[in-house]
């Protein structure tokens, strides 16, 4: 696709790449793209059992309707995780990604924050403001997200978890680890890197080079439905994460493909640091409160740590696998 000029109607505006391109050539291209990126950082393989997290967004859209056709739909299940945000998750948004994934012969278990620890994130943020803990929601989010993602992972017997981060969301993680002068951090997001953990289930993103605008195109083009609602959250104090989103706008609209460069640039450097063995990934210390693995020379997880601030210290740390075993009988 690349090195062909499209030979549909210019109906598409790459502008990345300064052209135009028909959406038939332009979803090809996209396509093409992510099953690149799986196969230069083999990220899977066609024997794989992935769980794959379903947010009900775009991006979880194109992901899903991408890896149902190049990977088998019987080795697929989605996760799609409710937060429990008052106006956000909607039970027609839910249903609606779920007949999605079953149109594309792919499972979906439905599960919450609530299911998992006992409170949702609303409730667990309520705690946060009470106890003046500066911590962000979408700090407790991510967390708690990638927390259970893993969960099912495991318990699911998963070779992989699969998440639809785009080249937006991996650009701003890669900076906000070198503002911070966090070399570790950094390493982490590098696509080749695995940790050696039975209880961890390494996750992989084959959106890594795929634009936010890209992935909003992609399925606006498919008919996709989109959430007509945003997080209560997003507008609130602006999180340095926000804060380095709105400066890579600035850039990407003065420089179209500096993001998509900086984030290939700092793959190359940390994949060869990684690859002349300067950098190993070690086996992840296990959290003595809830037994899950945690970050190098922690000896309690961030999860554990924050809803103990927070004065949430008995969660209760379990899924509901009524879903999980109609699923399996069925397989």
């Given at each position: ?48 059992k992935l769980v794959l997290g379903l947010s009900g967004g775009k991006d979880s859209y194109v992901l899903l309707d991408i890896l149902s056709q190049i990977h088998n ?23 609606y990604m779920k007949s999605l994934a079953r149109d594309r012969g792919i499972d979906v278990i439905i599960t919450s924050i609530r299911e998992y620890v006992g409170e ?118 602006p999180t340095f994460r926000a804060k380095i989103r709105e400066m890579l706008y600035r850039l990407e609209a003065e420089n179209p493909g500096v993001t998509l460069n ?70």
């Amino acid at each position: 696709m690349d090195k062909v000029l499209c030979p549909g109607r210019p109906e598409i505006y790459q502008t990345h790449k300064r052209r135009a391109v028909s959406k038939i050539c332009f979803k090809e291209d996209v396509k093409q793209r992510i099953q690149r990126t799986i196969t230069k950082y083999d990220m899977f393989k066609p024997s794989d059992k992935l769980v794959l997290g379903l947010s009900g967004g775009k991006d979880s859209y194109v992901l899903l309707d991408i890896l149902s056709q190049i990977h088998n739909p019987d080795k697929i299940i989605g996760v799609s995780i409710i937060e429990g945000i008052p106006g956000y998750n909607k039970p027609e948004d839910i249903r609606y990604m779920k007949s999605l994934a079953r149109d594309r012969g792919i499972d979906v278990i439905i599960t919450s924050i609530r299911e998992y620890v006992g409170e949702t994130l609303y409730e667990i943020v309520e705690h946060s403001w009470k106890s003046k803990l500066n911590v962000s929601p979408c700090t407790f989010c991510g967390i708690l997200r990638r927390r259970i993602l893993n969960y099912y992972g495991r318990v699911l017997g998963a070779d992989k978890t699969v998440t639809a981060h785009n080249l937006d969301d991996t650009a701003q993680t890669i900076l906000a680890n070198i503002f911070r002068g966090d070399i570790i951090g950094l390493i982490r997001q590098n696509p080749i890197f695995r940790y050696p953990n039975s209880k961890f289930v390494n996750k992989v993103k084959p959106l890594r080079y795929v634009y936010e605008y890209e992935a909003a195109l992609y399925a606006a083009i498919d008919g996709f439905r989109f959430q007509d609602t945003e997080c209560m959250f997003i507008n609130q104090s602006p999180t340095f994460r926000a804060k380095i989103r709105e400066m890579l706008y600035r850039l990407e609209a003065e420089n179209p493909g500096v993001t998509l460069n900086i984030v290939k640039t700092v793959d190359d450097i940390t994949s060869n640091m990684i690859n002349r063995g300067f950098i190993k990934a070690v086996d992840l210390p296990l959290c003595v409160s809830c037994g899950e693995p945690t970050n190098e020379g922690r000896s309690i997880c961030k999860l554990c740590e924050l809803l103990g601030k927070v004065g949430i210290r008995s969660p209760i740390y379990q899924v509901n696998f009524k879903e999980y075993a109609r699923i399996m009988s069925i397989r």
